[in-house]
């Protein structure tokens, strides 16, 4: 499986980015996904996860109402559009996907790390 990730930048406070990840390897449709991040000096968190077929969504606290995970099972792709961002959004972000059978977004966000496959991240910079 091999996952990459696009879309990221420098953005100030209060902008927008939309992140992409293109999956490869085996049918996209049939687990769910998810986006994670890791800021400077900081453990890799849980930000999105949506489930197969695009049967649900699930997000951290932290980005609640902010940002919208949504997939294109044709395109095999995965995004993160994010809406009013702050400082505290700065990380390198990774879209991940499941080495096992995981197909709801909640799974998905309580997935243990090893059970990832991870893109290479993409990194988005918020200044004031």
């Known amino acids: 499986v091999q996952l990459q990730a696009s879309g990221g930048g420098l953005v100030q406070t209060g902008g927008s980015l939309r992140l992409s990840c293109a999956a490869s390897g085996r049918s996209f449709s049939s687990y769910a996904m998810g986006w994670f991040r890791q800021a400077p000096g900081k453990e890799r968190e849980f930000v999105a996860s949506?489930?197969?077929?695009?049967?649900?969504?699930y997000y951290a606290d932290s980005v609640k109402g902010r940002f919208t995970i949504s997939r294109d099972n044709a395109k095999k792709t995965v995004y993160l559009q994010m809406n009013s961002l702050n400082l505290e959004d700065t990380a390198i972000y990774y879209c991940?996907?499941?080495?096992?059978?995981?197909?709801?977004?909640?799974?998905?966000?309580?997935?243990?790390?090893?059970?990832?496959?991870w893109g290479q991240g993409t990194l988005v910079t918020v200044s004031s």
């Open positions: 949506i489930g197969w077929r695009d049967c649900g969504t």
């Open positions: 991940a996907s499941p080495t096992r059978a995981v197909t709801s977004p909640q799974a998905m966000a309580a997935n243990p790390r090893p059970y990832m496959y």
